[in-house]
């Protein structure tokens, strides 16, 4: 039941919106000589164009998503806001999110107007109505027009504040509808599944002219070695699988659920297979009650139905637990998974129904094959005892030493999936990632460059004891790095047939970080060529660049980087041109997940989006309490908003740090059924063979040998589950670490490990009932029956 919520609330996203089925949105991809890029956003005249052309579209809207926090304020309160949208007036025709306050079909009409959630409203006005009641940013007015219902934690997005996207159009009217950056959501809602499928095909055939994609004569046509195309994801699978660049939060992994379905699963086989085996074991108990019921006069199904029907008892009582079991433990696992499952099951009728039919399905599955064994016994081979020791009953035999094997070895490939999945996050967590995240605080900046004395706060900062250096930036290391356009000049190449004619213009897309001279310093990077940027070089503020080892070697500098020129020409009206003046050596700002990008660092203070203060260790509290002050003294119109790098990076793992702990708790749960089921069958073959034990001892057998012959066969048996797991162990985990640039072996060492572990779990589990057996007196043994 745990694992089907958790289940349940990954598959829900986005699914609250009417017609959530017939939802898409348009995403950029290219492949260029074999390099692809895969964008989730858009171009801003991508939705206008597609509306114009296509009746299929019943409606549409853009979203647009400013990263750097504004602030807002009443009269009495103001906040940072990064939690805030821009958002075309069709946006609550295709999103459907529950209105409190206000009409949403104009709501975002006047770009004057303001849509609040709900508890944004409480927030600024400390009521949930506040239709009517103004809120600035800075010092421009914005009336609230609507208030919404908390954004629920299953929607892919999630924003506090909605402004009317024509209100940004008004200050930049080329970037909203023109053919610039990539930087828009485009989200379409079609008619039918038939104007879906029409869509698709549309845009596959008007990509070109879509996205005027023309030939060295200025024809629509394609070129050589260059694939384009607009792709549609359902709205519904973006959570699971949404993995392109600019994507608006940290997606899952559709094989997370593959994964925990597959634990869950196999838990109840375990489970089951436990019935049934102990069931058919203990047959010996009940063969002479099936005697006496037969010679009364019962029939065969009488007798099969009377122990199916035990199985459906046993498994309603199992439910009727977990069900308590469940209601009692779901704030723990929401603490433990991270989630937010509603504690109210009587609420989800998906998941009565999932455990009526797993009710069912586990009580035939446990209870069939005992019924058949037990109700096929013949009257009078029924009476007499030991009935299993015979050849008919071999296939019992086998049967039981199969269910065994089955079940340790789903115990043993848990148990190498729990332990390499543990090896990897570790890995993650240890990893050097070149550079020094610890005691790194680092503020939220109000509006990209609108801290005027942002230099002054820097410097007051740093005359703090405990401050050991600061530096602003334009993003940080866990974040999305943005892709911005660079020129290398040595790059250029021409025709040779026509100098004037370039066939290669140096223009290169790279990741971008932007702060001045003392970032590297804050971030502990590690300078391989040439020099740092300086402040005493006055030069390197206009025109001095930084670049990773990756980007030295995409771009074929190795030879002599230092000194080579270079341009930046992103957004800019003539190109910020320099030098390369050092190479850093490649760290991780980006997850494990990917290898490390070409990076350039340059100083640029009015992308500044947030300023990093690396702290000593001595008295951190009193340090943050000293900078507070000062900050509040030079910039009181903006909250002191902060956090510690090291845990904003870390959390770029929290899904895998998540499936890790909970895969730990159900393989844990998995050994202990697994466990359970072969302590109650070594106590049942013990049982068995009471007289041999007995006689052994009278022959002068030690009982450590007793305990060797009572044992081997099941070790034979862990043996034979570790072989039968190794396989889908391996393919399962390999394809898992598929997904990590950087990651672990899949070491023997572990797969041996398991088959220890494994074993010694085995013989754990069933050495007190062989010990007892052993040691009791042979006198007693040989009366046995």
Same mark, same amino acid.
């Given at each position: 039941?745990?694992?089907?919520?958790?289940?349940?609330?990954?598959?829900?996203?986005?699914?609250?919106?009417?017609?959530? @089925?017939?939802?898409?949105?348009?995403?950029?991809?290219?492949?260029?000589?074999?390099?692809?890029?895969?964008?989730?956003?858009?171009?801003?005249?991508?939705?206008?164009?597609?509306?114009?052309?296509?009746?299929?579209?019943?409606?549409?809207?853009?979203?647009?998503?400013?990263?750097?926090?504004?602030?807002?304020?009443?009269?009495?309160?103001?906040?940072?806001?990064?939690?805030?949208?821009?958002?075309?007036?069709?946006?609550?025709?295709?999103?459907?999110?529950?209105?409190?306050?206000?009409?949403?079909?104009?709501?975002?009409?006047?770009?004057?107007?303001?849509?609040?959630?709900?508890?944004?409203?409480?927030?600024?006005?400390?009521?949930?109505?506040?239709?009517?009641?103004?809120?600035?940013?800075?010092?421009?007015?914005?009336?609230?027009?609507?208030?919404?219902?908390?954004?629920? @934690?299953?929607?892919?997005?999630?924003?506090?504040?909605?402004?009317?996207?024509?209100?940004?159009?008004?200050?930049?009217?080329?970037?909203?509808?023109?053919?610039?950056?990539?930087?828009?959501?485009?989200?379409?809602?079609?008619?039918?599944?038939?104007?879906?499928?029409?869509?698709?095909?549309?845009?596959?055939?008007?990509?070109?002219?879509?996205? +005027?994609?023309?030939?060295? +004569?200025?024809?629509?046509?394609?070129?050589?070695?260059?694939?384009?195309?607009?792709?549609?994801?359902?709205?519904?699978?973006?959570?699971?699988?949404?993995?392109?660049?600019?994507?608006?939060?940290?997606?899952?992994?559709?094989?997370?659920?593959?994964?925990?379905?597959?634990?869950?699963?196999?838990?109840?086989?375990?489970?089951?297979?436990?019935?049934? +085996?102990?069931?058919?074991?203990?047959?010996?108990? =009940?063969?002479?009650?099936?005697?006496?019921?037969?010679?009364?006069?019962?029939?065969?199904?009488?007798?099969?139905?009377?122990?199916?029907?035990?199985?459906?008892?046993?498994?309603?009582?199992?439910?009727?637990?977990?069900?308590?079991?469940?209601?009692?433990?779901?704030?723990?696992?929401?603490?433990?998974?991270?989630?937010?499952?509603?504690? +109210?099951?009587?609420?989800?009728?998906?998941?009565?129904?999932?455990?009526?039919?797993?009710?069912?399905?586990?009580?035939?599955?446990?209870?069939?094959?005992?019924?058949?064994?037990?109700?096929?016994?013949?009257?009078?081979?029924?009476?007499?005892?030991?009935?299993?020791?015979?050849?008919? @009953?071999?296939?019992?035999?086998?049967?039981?030493?199969?269910?065994?094997?089955?079940?340790?070895?789903?115990?043993?490939?848990?148990?190498?999936?729990?332990?390499?999945?543990?090896?990897?996050?570790?890995?993650?967590?240890?990893?050097?990632?070149?550079?020094?995240?610890?005691?790194?605080?680092?503020?939220?900046?109000?509006?990209?460059?609108?801290?005027?004395?942002?230099?002054?706060?820097?410097?007051?900062?740093?005359?703090?004891?405990?401050?050991?250096?600061?530096?602003?930036?334009?993003?940080?290391?866990?974040?999305?790095? @943005?892709?911005?356009?660079?020129?290398?000049?040595?790059?250029?190449?021409?025709?040779?047939?026509?100098?004037?004619?370039?066939?290669?213009?140096?223009?290169?897309?790279?990741?971008?970080?932007?702060?001045?001279?003392?970032?590297?310093?804050?971030?502990?990077?590690?300078?391989?060529?040439?020099?740092?940027?300086?402040?005493?070089?006055?030069?390197?503020?206009?025109?001095?660049?930084?670049?990773?080892?990756?980007?030295?070697?995409?771009?074929?500098?190795?030879?002599?980087?230092?000194?080579?020129?270079?341009?930046?020409?992103?957004?800019?009206?003539?190109?910020?041109?320099?030098?390369?003046?050092?190479?850093?050596?490649?760290?991780?700002?980006?997850?494990?997940?990917?290898?490390?990008?070409?990076?350039?660092?340059?100083?640029?203070?009015?992308?500044?989006?947030?300023?990093?203060?690396?702290?000593?260790?001595?008295?951190?509290?009193?340090?943050?309490?000293?900078?507070?002050?000062?900050?509040?003294?030079?910039?009181?119109?903006?909250?002191?908003?902060?956090?510690?790098?090291?845990?904003?990076?870390?959390?770029?793992?929290?899904?895998?740090?998540?499936?890790?702990?909970?895969?730990?708790?159900?393989?844990?749960?998995?050994?202990?059924?697994?466990?359970?089921?072969?302590?109650?069958?070594?106590?049942?073959?013990?049982?068995?063979?009471?007289?041999?034990?007995?006689? =052994?001892?009278?022959?002068?057998?030690?009982?450590?040998?007793?305990?060797?012959?009572?044992?081997?066969?099941?070790?034979?048996?862990?043996?034979?589950?570790?072989?039968?797991?190794?396989?889908?162990?391996?393919?399962?985990?390999?394809?898992?670490?598929?997904?990590?640039?950087?990651?672990?072996?899949?070491?023997?060492?572990?797969?041996?490990?398991?088959?220890?572990?494994?074993?010694?779990?085995?013989?754990?589990?069933?050495?007190?009932?062989?010990?007892?057996?052993?040691?009791?007196?042979?006198?007693?043994?040989?009366?046995?029956?």
């Amino acid at each position: 039941m745990l694992i089907f919520l958790y289940v349940q609330d990954e598959r829900s996203f986005d699914k609250m919106h009417d017609d959530a @089925h017939l939802i898409y949105r348009l995403e950029n991809w290219s492949q260029y000589e074999g390099n692809e890029n895969h964008w989730a956003a858009t171009q801003g005249f991508l939705i206008p164009e597609v509306v114009s052309r296509y009746p299929e579209i019943r409606s549409a809207t853009r979203i647009y998503h400013n990263n750097t926090p504004e602030t807002f304020s009443t009269d009495v309160n103001f906040y940072n806001e990064k939690d805030l949208f821009y958002a075309d007036s069709t946006f609550f025709d295709v999103f459907t999110f529950p209105v409190l306050f206000g009409d949403l079909s104009t709501a975002l009409d006047d770009p004057g107007n303001i849509v609040l959630t709900e508890s944004t409203a409480r927030k600024y006005f400390g009521r949930p109505d506040p239709i009517g009641e103004i809120i600035k940013r800075g010092a421009t007015p914005f009336t609230v027009s609507a208030v919404i219902q908390d954004i629920p @934690h299953n929607s892919h997005f999630r924003f506090d504040l909605l402004i009317p996207l024509s209100e940004f159009q008004r200050r930049f009217p080329q970037f909203v509808n023109g053919r610039g950056p990539s930087t828009f959501y485009s989200y379409v809602k079609t008619l039918n599944e038939e104007a879906s499928k029409n869509l698709r095909a549309k845009l596959d055939a008007d990509v070109l002219e879509i996205m +005027n994609i023309r030939d060295a +004569n200025g024809e629509i046509n394609p070129i050589e070695g260059l694939s384009v195309s607009i792709r549609t994801m359902p709205l519904t699978d973006i959570h699971l699988y949404g993995h392109a660049e600019k994507e608006l939060g940290n997606n899952s992994q559709a094989q997370y659920i593959f994964i925990f379905s597959t634990v869950a699963v196999f838990i109840l086989i375990i489970a089951s297979f436990n019935y049934m +085996n102990l069931a058919t074991a203990r047959s010996t108990k =009940r063969s002479k009650e099936v005697g006496m019921r037969k010679v009364l006069g019962a029939r065969k199904p009488q007798v099969f139905w009377q122990f199916l029907s035990e199985s459906f008892f046993f498994t309603f009582i199992a439910t009727l637990l977990a069900l308590m079991a469940v209601v009692v433990l779901i704030p723990s696992f929401n603490d433990f998974t991270g989630k937010r499952i509603d504690g +109210n099951l009587l609420n989800n009728g998906e998941l009565l129904l999932s455990i009526l039919l797993v009710y069912g399905a586990v009580s035939l599955l446990s209870g069939l094959y005992p019924s058949v064994f037990l109700s096929n016994f013949q009257p009078l081979k029924a009476l007499k005892s030991n009935v299993l020791s015979g050849k008919g @009953h071999s296939f019992s035999i086998y049967l039981r030493r199969g269910l065994v094997i089955l079940q340790f070895g789903i115990s043993i490939l848990l148990i190498i999936g729990a332990s390499t999945i543990y090896r990897q996050l570790r890995f993650i967590e240890k990893k050097d990632v070149g550079f020094n995240k610890e005691q790194v605080l680092v503020l939220k900046l109000p509006g990209r460059g609108r801290v005027n004395n942002l230099e002054t706060i820097k410097q007051e900062f740093m005359a703090d004891p405990s401050v050991v250096v600061a530096a602003p930036s334009s993003v940080i290391p866990g974040e999305r790095v @943005h892709i911005m356009t660079v020129r290398v000049p040595d790059l250029v190449t021409t025709d040779a047939g026509n100098e004037s004619q370039q066939e290669d213009n140096g223009i290169r897309g790279m990741r971008i970080m932007s702060g001045d001279e003392d970032l590297a310093e804050v971030y502990g990077l590690q300078i391989v060529a040439g020099r740092d940027l300086s402040k005493e070089m006055v030069t390197d503020a206009t025109q001095g660049f930084l670049l990773n080892e990756a980007a030295i070697r995409e771009f074929g500098l190795q030879e002599n980087p230092v000194g080579r020129r270079f341009e930046y020409v992103y957004g800019l009206p003539e190109p910020k041109a320099g030098q390369i003046v050092g190479v850093i050596k490649d760290f991780n700002y980006a997850s494990v997940h990917t290898e490390v990008e070409p990076l350039m660092v340059h100083v640029m203070p009015s992308h500044a989006a947030y300023l990093n203060v690396r702290l000593s260790t001595d008295g951190v509290q009193e340090t943050i309490k000293r900078l507070e002050a000062k900050w509040t003294e030079l910039q009181p119109a903006a909250p002191f908003e902060y956090f510690f790098l090291d845990s904003l990076y870390d959390a770029q793992y929290k899904t895998e740090m998540s499936m890790g702990k909970t895969i730990t708790f159900f393989t844990l749960l998995a050994i202990v059924i697994a466990c359970m089921g072969l302590f109650g069958l070594a106590s049942f073959i013990t049982e068995q063979r009471t007289k041999e034990i007995g006689v =052994r001892k009278v022959l002068g057998a030690s009982i450590s040998s007793i305990m060797v012959a009572l044992s081997k066969e099941f070790v034979l048996l862990v043996l034979l589950a570790n072989i039968m797991a190794a396989y889908p162990a391996y393919s399962l985990l390999n394809n898992w670490l598929s997904g990590f640039a950087y990651r672990v072996n899949i070491s023997p060492v572990t797969f041996l490990s398991a088959a220890v572990v494994a074993l010694l779990i085995a013989f754990i589990t069933i050495s007190f009932k062989t010990y007892m057996a052993a040691r009791s007196n042979p006198v007693k043994a040989l009366r046995h029956e």
